[in-house]
């Protein structure tokens, strides 16, 4: 293997974490806030295909890409008033919200699938993206690539080093000691899930409109599922959610490669490989329960309600 087959399958491996970082980073900030929604797939995949719509509709790119965002938000708006405002039980509504998601994007991504997107195109700085190695690696991507690393960094430090991340964090540990400090628990969560949402959709546009750019239907292939795992694998961390996606994301891009340097191995078990990767993680996880205890927001999908506090 040569330096330029490296870069490239490096440089491939970039393009395949970023829908798992938008994603994972969205999901890690609700958790925070101690509501668990597993609805971060069906999430992704109206934010796809939203963003496909308006972008074969308008050919406006940028455009569509708010317009993903927007649609993960409306997503997550209806998890959050139906777990948040009615206390239905957040597990089965973040399943119920990723089957809806999938169905709903089937159905009104049927006059799509046949179409070819001219999709979000990779940035040419002057000077830098001519360095060698250096020059492809980092500074040859779209201009989503380098908003998800802001975005990484903007949660890190509101986490950590902001009044808001800390007050975040309380609601996520202790909802009736935040309550009783004066803060509403209740519009926390509800921003925390709109943001979350939002950062799906943001990771469903990613695949409609840069990483693939065109429509097929189930097109996440599960990725929402693998941005849950990511969180729990993360111990709740950001820095550990970046890593992470790149973990996963170089293990997708090795199935492909796999297959084209032609291994004998059935293609089936190489598509499985990311899925494998998942299951195999969350168990050994799971053997240091301690750690997962320690790390988990106190309150991670416990209903909180006002009246009782």
């Known amino acids: 293997m040569n330096t330029e087959t490296i870069i490239l399958i490096l440089f491939a491996t970039v393009t395949a974490s970023i829908p798992l970082v938008f994603a994972a980073l969205g999901e890690l900030v609700v958790e925070k806030s101690g509501v668990l929604n597993l609805g971060v797939e069906g999430m992704m995949i109206v934010g796809a295909i939203c963003s496909f719509i ?68 990779a940035l040419s700085i002057p000077f830098l993206s001519d360095i060698p190695i250096a020059g492809k690696l980092l500074f040859s991507h779209d201009p989503l690539v380098y908003l998800a690393i802001l975005v990484f960094i903007g949660i890190a430090w509101f986490l950590y ?15 009736s000691s935040a309550h009783a400090l004066g803060y509403s628990v209740i519009k926390i969560r509800y921003l925390a899930v709109l943001f979350g949402g939002m950062m799906a959709g943001l990771g ?3 695949l409609s409109l840069a990483y693939t750019p065109l429509w097929a239907e189930g097109m996440t292939s599960g990725r929402g599922w693998i941005a849950l795992a990511l969180v729990v694998f993360a111990t709740w961390r950001p820095g550990r959610v970046l890593i992470g996606a790149f973990l996963f994301g170089g293990v997708t891009i090795a199935q492909f490669h796999m297959q084209g ?17 998942t299951i195999v993680v969350l168990v050994i996880i799971s053997r240091d329960a301690n750690t997962t205890r320690m790390n988990a927001p106190a309150s991670l999908g416990q209903p909180f309600h006002n009246e009782l506090h």
């Not at 597990?91 to 919200?97: I, K, M, S, Y």
């Not at 340097?261 to 990767?277: H, K, N, R, S, V």
Request: hydrophobic share 50%; glycine share 14%.
């Open 261 to 277: 340097t032609g291994i004998e191995i059935p293609a089936q078990f190489l598509t499985m490989l990311p899925y494998l990767a």
């Open 204 to 206: 469903g546009a990613y």
């Open 54 to 121: 308006v972008a074969v509709e308008t050919g406006q790119l940028w455009l569509a890409v708010i317009a993903g965002g927007v649609a993960g938000a409306l997503m997550s708006l209806i998890f959050g008033f139906i777990t948040l405002s009615l206390m239905a039980n957040q597990v089965a509504t973040g399943l119920a919200l990723t089957i809806f998601g999938i169905g709903f994007s089937a159905f009104i991504g049927q006059e799509y699938s046949s179409i070819a997107l001219d999709g979000i195109k």
């Open 161 to 175: 080093r902001s009044r808001g991340g800390l007050i975040l964090r309380a609601t996520g540990e202790s909802p």
